[in-house]
């Protein structure tokens, strides 16, 4: 008796792989998220959207001065720009969006915030490092502006538009085509390039680094500082899960700052 011939079923291809399982770049689809696959089987729209991506952000800021409804400006941008994760793919999970990750997220940056808020205080109470804190910028502001910044401009416009973008569509973005440390490198990049013509207003703003030369080599102190600073809250987002995270440790930096400014110029009166 010859023996049955194996059965084979019907939608299974030459390979003994099904087309179901399989997506057009030829990249197994189940149990793999939209991000951090790495450079096997990248689409060519997400190398656009990532590429995108950075080009905008590494210019909008330098090239647009937003002075008027800067929080509801940023808070559309913000919404816009997760609009269009979205429809290229990445889904909350991917952007630190997941809702069982918010407390660990908030554990992690709350504490990572405490001692950023510790050293401006500090820096205020103590007469040597107050000048270190003078800011023509701040020392403008009466009460109610100064309130609106610590209380609406810094936490709407600044902070949750700026931790959606970088940490969350540009990091995720990239993590999709890049594998890492060359995705924190590069978006870590942009966040410093991103802070180009805001740090040159605040040198004239205060009087500091008066020749070109010495204004060239502040900003770019400054960049690589901001953008070893973005490296840190990237790291804090992966290590968390959560935007959470990054979030209160950069509303930590730049609502403390204002205030410890304030508080410096109080004392020293």
């Not at 939608?11 to 197994?28: I, L, M, N, Q, S």
């Not at 949750?160 to 594998?179: M, P, Q």
């Amino acid at each position: 008796m010859s023996s049955p011939a194996p059965h084979r079923p019907a939608d299974v291809g030459p390979a003994g792989v099904r087309p179901a399982d399989v997506d057009t770049a030829g990249v197994g689809t189940a149990g793999v998220g939209t991000a951090g696959v790495g450079t096997a089987g990248v689409g060519t729209a997400d190398v656009a959207f990532a590429a995108a991506a950075c080009l905008v952000l590494a210019a909008y800021n330098n090239l647009v001065a937003l002075r008027r409804w800067y929080p509801a400006v940023k808070l559309s941008a913000a919404a816009a720009l997760l609009a269009a994760a979205s429809a290229s793919g990445l889904t909350p999970a991917d952007l630190g969006l997941r809702r069982d990750r918010l407390r660990p997220g908030l554990r992690l940056g709350s504490a990572a915030a405490a001692p950023v808020v510790a050293a401006f205080a500090l820096a205020a109470l103590t007469p040597a490092t107050r000048p270190l804190l003078n800011d023509q910028r701040v020392a403008g502001l009466n009460g109610r502006q100064l309130a609106y910044h610590v209380l609406l401009r810094i936490p709407l416009g600044t902070v949750t538009w700026e931790e959606t973008a970088f940490r969350g569509v540009l990091h995720a973005a990239l993590r999709r085509v890049l594998a890492e440390p060359a995705a924190t490198v590069t978006s870590s990049a942009v966040f410093g390039i991103w802070h180009i013509r805001p740090t040159a207003e605040a040198l004239a703003v205060n009087r500091l680094a008066p020749t070109r030369g010495a204004r060239i080599t502040a900003v770019c102190g400054v960049v690589a500082g901001t953008a070893a600073a973005g490296a840190l809250l990237s790291y804090l987002r992966e290590r968390s899960g959560s935007l959470a995270a990054p979030a209160l440790v950069h509303l930590a930096a730049n609502c403390t700052a204002p205030l410890a400014s304030a508080l410096a110029r109080a004392l020293d009166r």
